[in-house]
């Protein structure tokens, strides 16, 4: 019969079977005494998964990402390189089984890279995007993290049906638009987004804030899985697939507020 995996049983006494716990010198009053004095084990302890470890985790990533971002900001050539092989890590991360702490910290490091090129050549054409766009970040990240700590959102089948077709949409539009301007049949710095009006809008300025609601509305599933897996005592190990989660979706969020302020600013 397979050992029990309860952490309770983690003891050498019980690593071959009950002849050597049988076996095992009677334990003093003291001694108990000090056994159950003791506090009582915490994730770290028993190898699981925990809200303090996502964040550390989380923030690790972050710092590497800001390290990227400094060295694209002064090398802003290495933006478009760093995209293509931040996009590469990025899937082998959503389907590597098991997470690699090494893979999501370089995942952090390069997708900071591009970060950092395109954040610095919108700074030089509009000064002070950079801390707008950060500003940006940090409100819609601390609204949406409050608002779900207080219960006022959640998600829901509804909204994450209708979240996931308005991705597959967005991804579509992405693909087109990315491929308008690979050709260069569309000459606009932002493709679609700019060279395409409604009413005289640009289409960015109406589908970003959608975006930017759908990142938002992203965070809200990121805690939501966070928190099943604290709760389910997923194994510790998992904490950095929810870094990388949370990673990815705050990328996206200040990728798409920048996209959004560049187009207002021009326009």
Same mark, same amino acid.
């Given at each position: ?99 690699? @702490?090494?893979?999501?910290? *370089?995942?952090?490091?390069?997708? /900071?890279?591009? #970060? !950092?090129?395109?954040? &610095?050549? %919108? ?65 606009? @710095?932002?493709?679609?987004? *700019?060279?395409?009006?409604?009413? /005289?809008?640009? #289409? !960015?300025?109406?589908? &970003?804030? %959608? ?57």
């Amino acid at each position: 019969m397979a050992l029990s995996s309860n952490p309770a049983f983690k003891n050498a006494a019980f690593g071959n079977g009950g002849a050597k716990a049988a076996n095992a010198p009677t334990m003093t009053s003291e001694q108990l005494d000090e056994l159950y004095g003791r506090p009582s084990a915490g994730p770290a302890e028993t190898d699981r998964m925990s809200y303090e470890d996502v964040i550390v985790k989380t923030i690790g990533t972050l710092a590497f990402v800001l390290v990227g971002g400094v060295v694209g900001f002064f090398l802003p050539a290495l933006a478009i390189p760093a995209a293509l092989i931040g996009f590469g890590l990025a899937l082998v991360n959503i389907f590597k089984k098991r997470p690699s @702490p090494a893979l999501i910290l *370089t995942y952090g490091l390069v997708e /900071g890279v591009f #970060l !950092g090129g395109l954040s &610095g050549i %919108l700074e030089s054409q509009l000064p002070g995007i950079i801390g707008q766009a950060l500003l940006g970040t940090g409100l819609v990240f601390g609204v949406t993290l409050a608002l779900f700590a207080n219960g006022k959102v959640r998600a829901s089948a509804r909204a994450t049906k209708v979240f996931t077709i308005a991705m597959i949409s967005y991804g579509l539009f992405a693909l087109v638009n990315f491929g308008l301007q690979l050709t260069g049949i569309s000459n606009d @710095p932002w493709g679609l987004a *700019t060279g395409f009006e409604i009413f /005289g809008i640009p #289409l !960015g300025l109406i589908i &970003g804030p %959608l975006v930017i609601l759908m990142a938002a509305y992203s965070l809200v599933l990121d805690f939501t899985s966070i928190g099943q897996g604290v709760r389910a005592g997923a194994p510790r190990i998992l904490g950095w697939r929810a870094a990388f989660g949370l990673v990815l979706t705050i990328v996206w969020l200040y990728t798409e507020i920048l996209r959004l302020i560049a187009i207002f600013r021009s326009n």
